[in-house]
């Protein structure tokens, strides 16, 4: 079954930037749409933004559409989520999930997911 694995999160200050990667060990991610997702604590699940197979852009959430910025580059087989400007309520798991070739909403179930990392930021 297909894997995500995320990586890159940590701990930011606010007004710092983080890029995370959303990768498939042994899969071409290229047929793929890929989301990026975040938790917080007490909270529900939220889409962040979407990208197709294609590479057409989908924001989910205007609290971020200004400042976060998805992408992928298919020579490395990756997903990214470009992260400028973060803010304490940024904070949480991010995950990536997978759906064959178009993103719909984000309430939509994906078909994969990975764990997530952990992203915090704080002073």
């Known amino acids: 079954q297909l894997q995500l694995v995320e990586s890159g999160g940590g701990l930011v200050q606010p007004g710092g930037s983080l890029t995370l990667s959303c990768v498939a060990p042994?899969?071409?991610?290229?047929?793929?749409?890929i989301g990026w997702f975040r938790q917080a604590p007490g909270q529900e699940r939220e889409g962040v933004s979407c990208?197709?197979?294609?590479?057409?852009?989908?924001n989910w959430r205007a609290s971020v559409k200004d400042r976060f910025t998805i992408s992928r580059d298919n020579a490395k087989n990756t997903v990214f989520l470009h992260m400028n400007s973060l803010k304490p309520e940024d904070t949480g798991v991010y995950s990536c999930g997978a759906i064959s070739a178009l993103c719909y909403s984000e309430s939509y179930g994906m078909e994969y997911w990975g764990k997530g990392t952990l992203v915090t930021v704080s002073s």
């Open positions: 990208i197709s197979a294609s590479g057409i852009i989908t």
């Open positions: 042994g899969l071409s991610l290229d047929t793929y749409a």
